[in-house]
């Protein structure tokens, strides 16, 4: 495996109220919060589009004005990068850096969740019509990383509502040549970016000169591998009552949530996961059917009325490896890792 510095598109000042979420964690509240923050924050170019093409290019003219105007700069200097994430409860370190696409990628680079086509597409057509990715795709590797033996060079610092960041740059040839060491016979896992990836992967196969994926890479063993829950309507629990088996377990693969009322359940046979046992469920329900989220106590307060919720525990890292090193996938909105990583923060040029 090959990795690169690269020379990043970075905001000149303000990155707190300029950069957002991943593009697919906005709701329509949080874009109204975000454009109410800065009129140049990132979220009016990854999510400023409502139809096919011309959108596309007006998130482009925009990318090309805010640049001009010097709202955003070029750094001028190959570099890899250093992100540290402080939040309740923790903190995590990690690398960003131009990932190098080639034909072993696929063995490289293992996906962990299925991808919706729609938003494939979507991210196809922004990135390919800016040139340039605003977002990394979030990776895994085994191990601890060399993050803390490194020399480095603070950026910027940020601050948004769930956690804050420090940026730091990587310039000495010596100290990135280390970093490329550390990373050439590593083994990645995508967390969070499944469509962003693929994305890179039909650029580069349209076009081999974009050949390079923007990515944040983080070691596996300091994460918790969140679940994502879920409410839907009461009128489905037929589907759901004979997947489990029901009672006052001291531990559970799945809890029940309804009126108030907590039941835990445990999967029928040894090896079950319980994702894969709702996923059968989900197929039978639109789409629209189902409430997710990644706040536990979101849930029973919507589990009232006519809905019943779904709440998982993390899930063990042994079972994450061993299934996405055998080629299997979860179902989509199996996992939420946590803290996300921004948007905007540093920006991609493709080429």
């Given amino acids: 495996m090959r990795i690169h510095p690269f020379p990043p598109v970075v905001y000149k000042t303000g990155h707190s109220v300029k950069i957002a979420p991943p593009y697919d964690v906005i709701t329509q509240d949080d874009k109204k919060r975000l454009l109410s923050l800065d009129p140049h924050n990132i979220v009016r170019i990854i999510l400023g589009r409502t139809g096919p093409a011309e959108p596309y290019a007006r998130a482009g003219r925009l990318f090309e004005t805010w640049k001009r105007e010097g709202q955003l700069v070029s750094l001028k200097k190959e570099g890899i990068f250093l992100l540290r994430q402080k939040y309740e409860g923790g903190e995590r370190t990690g690398f960003l850096f131009s990932l190098e696409l080639n034909s072993k990628t696929p063995g490289e680079v293992l996906p962990h969740e299925r991808t919706y086509r729609k938003f494939r597409e979507d ?91 923007y990515v944040f890479a983080a070691s596996l063993e300091g994460e918790t591998i969140n679940p994502t829950h879920l409410v839907i309507s009461s009128k489905y629990w037929p589907l759901i009552e004979n997947l489990f ?48 989220t990644h706040r536990r106590e979101e849930v029973p307060v919507r589990a009232v009325k006519g809905k019943l919720g779904l709440l ?34 540093l920006i991609h040029p493709l080429e």
Avoid: C
Wanted: cysteine-free; proline content about 7%.
């Fill in 123 to 213: 991210r196809y057509l922004l990135i390919k019509t800016l040139g340039a990715e605003f977002s990394p795709v979030f990776l895994l590797y085994r191990g601890a990383g060399p993050e803390g033996k490194l020399k480095s060079e603070p950026l910027f610092s940020y601050r948004m509502p769930e956690h804050s960041g420090e940026v730091r740059g990587i310039f000495d040839r010596e100290e990135i040549a280390k970093v490329q060491a550390f990373f050439s016979k590593k083994r990645l896992y995508i967390a969070d970016g499944h469509h962003r990836f693929a994305v890179a992967r039909r650029l580069f196969m349209e076009n081999p000169r974009w050949k390079r994926v």
């Fill in 245 to 292: 088996v029901w009672g006052a377990f001291p531990s559970f693969d799945v809890s029940l949530v309804r009126d108030g009322m907590i039941v835990r359940g445990r999967v029928k046979r040894k090896g079950e996961l319980a994702v894969d046992l709702i996923d059968k469920m989900k197929k039978k329900l639109s789409p629209e059917e189902i409430f997710y």
């Fill in 312 to 345: 998982l525990p993390p899930l063990d890292k042994k079972i994450f490896v061993r299934r996405v090193e055998s080629g299997r996938v979860f179902p989509q909105k199996t996992t939420y890792f946590f803290p996300k990583i921004p948007s905007g923060i």
